[in-house]
Each structure stands twice: as C-alpha cells, then as structure tokens.
Nanobody
Framework: QLQVVESGGGLVQPGGSLSLSCVAS????????VGWFRQAPGKEREAVSC???????DYVDSVKGRFTISRDNAKNTVYLQMRSLKPDDTAVHYC?????????????????????WGQGTQVTVSS
C-alpha cells in the first residue's frame, strides 16, 4: 500500500519544540517532493514548508526561522523540526508527497501537486 504516515505531534507549552516525522511506505520518498500542511479548527488548510527531491526547501513567513524541514532518504522519511512554538501553530499537521516536472529542484505549496497524503498528527501549543 502506498502511503505516508505522520508522527510526533503532541501537547507542548508555548516556546517549546516538537519534531514531526513523515514516513513513506510502498514507494521511495526520495523520488518525491514533500510538503507539510496544517489545518486549524474552523480554518482552511495552509502550507507550512516543503522540500524538493534534492533538498531545496521553502517556508511560509509565519514559520521562517522557527521550523526546519529535512529528509533522510535512507530512512524514507522527511522531518519537520519545530521550535519556539506558538498557540497559533495549533493544528492538525499533514505531510504529502508528490512529483512533477520540476520537483527535483523546486518544491511547491500547491496542494494539487501532491498525490499521497497522510492522516495528520495533532500539534497543540498551550500552557
């Protein structure tokens, strides 16, 4: 079965850190760009970060300097290290994998480019 599975969410106090993992099964994640997206209650799904096949990365302004995306192709895994977490980061976080003409060098925040989506992991930032 071709799928990605997220893990690592939880409850953390403001200013704390969490590391999310996105593990692929049934396919080689290294051949795909990966995006992290999130959806808070009552809000639209939004992009967080993405990484291309050759590890080029991008971040939305709200997480720049706080989040780091990386990949370990040997483990078929992409990580999202989150620091200095804020209550506004509270959301279900999803990873997604996709491939397109330029995904080797450029990732994207366009959700329609991603074929495989996980079920999400809850991140709650609260004191």
């Amino acid at each position: 079965q071709l799928q990605v599975v997220e893990s690592g969410g939880g409850l953390v106090q403001p200013g704390g850190s969490l590391s999310l993992s996105c593990v692929a099964s049934g396919f080689t994640l290294g051949n795909y760009a990966v995006g992290w997206f999130r959806q808070a209650p009552g809000k639209e799904r939004e992009a967080v970060s993405c990484i291309s096949e050759n590890s080029g990365s991008d971040y939305v302004d709200s997480v720049k300097g706080r989040f780091t995306i990386s990949r370990d192709n040997a483990k078929n895994t992409v990580y999202l290290q989150m620091r200095s977490l804020k209550p506004d980061d509270t959301a279900v976080h999803y990873c997604a994998a996709g491939t397109w003409a330029t995904s080797h060098s450029t990732c994207s925040f366009q959700t329609f480019l991603y074929h495989y989506w996980g079920q999400g992991t809850q991140v709650t930032v609260s004191s």
